[in-house]
């Protein structure tokens, strides 16, 4: 199994910044990929963005493209969405997920992840 811990969410004006961080633990962390998905209320869960297992690849979301960047510390076992220029519509619930390597590059697909973290609150007043 793989625990996820995510931490850094909080309230903060449009245009500032937050930095999501997920710890991992259990199964080892260098065969997954990790994502971040999102859930406003009354909404769908939805794709944010992933990185490949060695970090080698990105994929983003169009709606946060050129603002939120992903990454990864493999030694460390954590994962990170760095988030600037927040508008008030990136309010959700944010979830970190793990994709144990199946050779396909299904990243953007809920269903593809084997494990979730508990979420954190990303709130962005206007």
């Known amino acids: 199994q793989v625990q996820l811990v995510e931490s850094g969410g909080g309230l903060v004006q449009a245009g500032g910044s937050l930095r999501l961080s997920c710890a991992a633990s259990?199964?080892?962390?260098?065969?997954?990929?990790m994502g971040w998905f999102r859930q406003a209320p009354g909404r769908e869960r939805e794709f944010v963005a992933a990185i490949t297992w060695s970090g080698g690849e990105t994929y983003y979301a169009d709606s946060v493209k050129g603002r939120f960047t992903i990454s990864r510390d493999n030694t460390e076992k954590r994962v990170y969405l760095q988030m600037n220029s927040l508008k008030p519509e990136d309010t959700a619930i944010y979830y970190c997920a793990a994709k144990y390597y199946t050779g396909n590059n299904y990243y953007r697909r809920i269903e593809e992840y084997d494990y979730w973290g508990q979420g954190t609150q990303v709130t962005v007043s206007s």
């Open positions: 259990g199964r080892t962390f260098f065969n997954y990929a």
